[in-house]
């Protein structure tokens, strides 16, 4: 991807995409993409100590194999495997898929549901006075997408209804055509939204504002 999660056009696709959705139904829909959900730290310590260990291994082998590392003094070699260290951290933060080896799928589904969790508040979902916010977030990083209504909808509509979307949507990014992936998946949070009989009141002043949010 590149350094922009999405472009202007794209932006302003899915602002249509929410304005559509909500006129079919009650509900207030806050679509938020992430880069990813937390930096995980510890990925970095995990890279360099790995990274460290094998290249003292490859020097161990140089050195029982050949006489070619027989006089290098002691700190050499340290340097060696620091610099063998600092290189794999520096790898693991640079390149996605190395970073991710490091972490266990459970752990990439719970800080993407921590971080959508947090941003549930931070964007003020609940704070409709219908009740009717629902939260779309995305994590391209974790490869994990949520929808967390709030409770005016979680009461009348089934988790499984969301899982259907969310699973529709999480394979259709998997073209690249993201955009046009999580527009779908708007409308279809707003089809299902007026499909359950969350109408819009008479006098709805869209209390959340209709735009896509970047979470960096």
């Not at 829909?29 to 880069?35: G, L, Y």
């Not at 995990?46 to 006489?67: M, N, P």
């Not at 027989?70 to 898929?97: D, H, N, Q, R, V």
């Not at 929808?147 to 499984?160: A, C």
Request: glycine share 6%; with cysteine.
């Amino acid at each position: 991807m590149s350094q922009s999660l999405i472009t202007k056009e794209e932006a302003l696709q899915i602002k249509n995409a929410v304005t559509k959705a909500e006129e079919l139904s009650g509900g207030d829909i806050v679509p938020v993409i992430s880069r990813q959900s937390s930096w995980y730290e510890y990925t970095l310590w995990r890279a360099g100590a790995l990274f460290s260990l094998l290249t003292a291994i490859v020097l161990t082998i140089i050195y029982l194999s050949s006489d070619t590392l027989l006089w290098f003094p002691p700190y050499l070699w340290l340097l060696i495997c620091t610099t063998g260290g600092i290189a794999g951290a520096t790898l693991t933060e640079s390149f996605s898929f190395i970073k991710r080896f490091f972490i266990s799928k459970e752990s990439l589904k719970q800080q993407a549901e921590s971080r959508a969790k947090q941003l549930f508040v931070e964007q003020s979902i609940s704070h409709t006075e219908q009740r009717t916010g629902i939260l779309l977030y995305i994590s391209f990083f974790e490869k994990h997408a949520i929808i967390l209504p709030d409770i005016g909808i979680s009461e009348i509509v089934d988790q499984n209804v969301w899982d259907e979307i969310l699973l529709k949507l999480v394979n259709d990014m998997k073209n690249g055509a993201y955009a046009s992936a999580i527009c779908h998946a708007i409308v279809s949070c707003g089809k299902v939204l007026e499909e359950s009989g969350i109408q819009k009141v008479i006098e709805d002043d869209n209390e959340l504002p209709d735009k896509v949010h970047i979470d960096e």
